[in-house]
Nanobody, 125 residues
């Protein structure tokens, strides 16, 4: 069982930055693929970024490449999402998720067995 708790969301002007954190419980954090998804009002949950257990491999959706960076600190059981050059269309509830290494495609929500409660990010124009 893995418990995930996100923090760091808030209101930021367009062009600004935020860093989201996701703290995980458990002793086997480094064995999990971690990801960030987001869900805007009236839309489906969409993949944002993922990182392998070692941190050596990362994946991003095209709309955030070059602006967002996912990273992890396995000693602290924490994964981060650094968001720069935020746009109003980045506004959503951001969720942290965890999956075992070979659970399925990184971009599919059903791959992930564990989810945090979400944190609101609002980019104002």
């Amino acid at each position: 069982q893995v418990r995930l708790v996100e923090s760091g969301g808030g209101l930021v002007q367009a062009g600004g930055s935020l860093r989201l954190s996701c703290a995980a419980s458990g002793r086997t954090f480094s064995t999990y693929r971690m990801a960030w998804f987001r869900q805007a009002p009236g839309k489906e949950r969409e993949f944002v970024a993922a990182i392998s257990g070692s941190g050596g491999t990362t994946y991003y959706t095209n709309s955030v490449k070059g602006r967002f960076t996912i990273s992890r600190d396995n000693a602290k059981n924490t994964v981060y999402l650094q968001m720069n050059s935020l746009k109003p269309e980045d506004t959503a509830v951001y969720y942290c998720a965890a999956a075992t290494a070979n659970a399925g495609p990184a971009i599919v929500p059903g791959t992930y067995a564990y989810w945090g409660q979400g944190t609101q990010v609002t980019g104002s124009s």
